[in-house]
């Protein structure tokens, strides 16, 4: 007799939220506790603009990048190697830039293009887990993870996070620069009309503004080992 075991898929942590909340960090240091793999989502769309650019395509023509989003060469690092290759280059800081975040905002309304990816992004659910980070994870990519969060924390509280790290990297910027370019991009990730930022309905909501990083990872750690012990 073939006896067919029931394999449940490999678990997957969703953590969602607009940028500048403490997903990134919050989602790596996550994924290493619990020796489970990563997904930067973000990270697939801004080097999707990165390439459209290169390729000299508007980031407007949503059939030519939706056509080059499914046959993209990118190569991410493993473990704590954050490094980031599209086709033979290095393009890590590349699209970290403020710029490089607009684009991907940008290319990110387009239907096709999310559609293009999104296999793409399950592909990664690999064993023993996958922490995915990003907007829709818990909504449209992964629905059937076993904990969501959603991290949110004030824009101001953002924008005075994101402006020290600039700062700290020797990056000259203006904090009411920043805190406008959060706004409008919280505008058209939560307005668009395809996967807007929001929580999914079971989702759990973290305001981290008053909130240390370690405080936020053992209150994620706490939700995943509730669901698996
Ligand atoms: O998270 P990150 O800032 O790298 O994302 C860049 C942009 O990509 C976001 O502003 C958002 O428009 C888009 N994005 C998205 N869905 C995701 C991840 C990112 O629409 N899952």
Redesign the pocket.
């Known amino acids: 007799m073939i006896e067919i075991a029931s394999r449940a898929p490999p678990p997957v942590l969703a953590i969602?939220g607009?940028?500048?909340a403490g997903?990134?960090t919050i989602s790596r240091l996550a994924a290493e506790r619990l020796n489970w793999h990563y997904l930067?989502?973000?990270?697939?769309?801004?080097i999707l603009a990165l390439a459209g650019k290169l390729k000299g395509i508007a980031l407007s023509d949503e059939s030519a990048l939706s056509d080059i989003a499914s046959k993209l060469d990118i190569r991410f690092g493993t473990g704590s190697d954050e490094r980031i290759w599209l086709e033979s280059s290095e393009i890590t800081d590349q699209?970290?830039t403020e710029q490089?975040?607009?684009a991907?905002?940008?290319?990110?309304?387009l239907p096709a293009v999310?559609a293009a990816l999104l296999e793409r992004?399950r592909a990664f659910r690999r064993m023993p887990g996958l922490v995915?980070?990003?907007?829709?994870?818990g909504t449209?990519?992964f629905t059937d993870a076993i904990v969501k969060v959603f991290l949110t924390a004030s824009a101001q509280e953002r924008a005075d996070r994101r402006y020290k790290q600039l700062i700290a990297k020797g990056i000259d910027v203006k904090l009411c620069d920043l805190l406008a370019d959060i706004q409008t991009?919280d505008d058209?990730?939560s307005n668009?009309a395809i996967?807007p930022?929001r929580p999914a309905a079971d989702a759990v909501l973290i305001d981290t503004s008053s909130m240390s990083i370690d405080e936020v990872l053992q209150k994620v750690l706490g939700l995943v080992d509730l669901q698996t012990s």
Do not use: E, F, H, N
């Open positions: 969602d607009p940028g500048g997903k990134g930067d989502s973000g990270a697939l769309y801004r699209i970290r490089a975040g607009a991907a905002s940008a290319v990110a309304a999310r992004q995915a980070d990003g907007r829709d994870m449209v990519v991009r058209r990730d668009r996967a930022l």
